[in-house]
Nanobody, 128 residues
Framework: QLQLVQSGGGLVQPGGSLRLSCAAS????????IGWFRQAPGKEREGVSC????????YYADSVKGRFTISRDNAKNTVYLQMNSLKTEDTAIYSC?????????????????????WGQGTQVTVTS
């Protein structure tokens, strides 16, 4: 029963917004760094945004800085990714991951590491 459950995603026009959720089931996210990763067809997986467990320090890829915001709600055991001003280049499958042995700054640059938990992934499509 230990897993990450994602929600959100969908189809949106350029300039629109979406919010992704990543909720922990069976464990407490307070002690885990959480990362959002994405992979577009024909492209390598990349780190989008990550947040640390203790000090809540954050990391954003240059391509999303100023448009995306990562946050955590410990009371709801959930991490969110608010995506604003979406571009067609943001189209990808987005997955969240959790790990207790890494910081946000170390997590996002390593998208292929076998982290403790992975969400099921959700499709984000930005098109006119």
């Amino acid at each position: 029963q230990l897993q990450l459950v994602q929600s959100g995603g969908g189809l949106v026009q350029p300039g629109g917004s979406l919010r992704l959720s990543c909720a922990a089931s069976g464990f407490t996210l307070d002690y885990y760094a959480i990362g959002w990763f994405r992979q577009a067809p024909g492209k390598e997986r990349e780190g989008v945004s990550c947040i640390s467990s203790r000090d809540d320090s954050t990391y954003y890829a240059d391509s999303v800085k100023g448009r995306f915001t990562i946050s955590r709600d410990n009371a709801k055991n959930t991490v969110y990714l608010q995506m604003n001003s979406l571009k067609t280049e943001d189209t990808a499958i987005y997955s969240c991951a959790a790990d207790s042995f890494i910081t946000a700054q170390a997590m996002c640059p390593v998208p292929n590491m076998k982290y403790d938990y992975w969400g099921q992934g959700t499709q984000v499509t930005v098109t006119s």
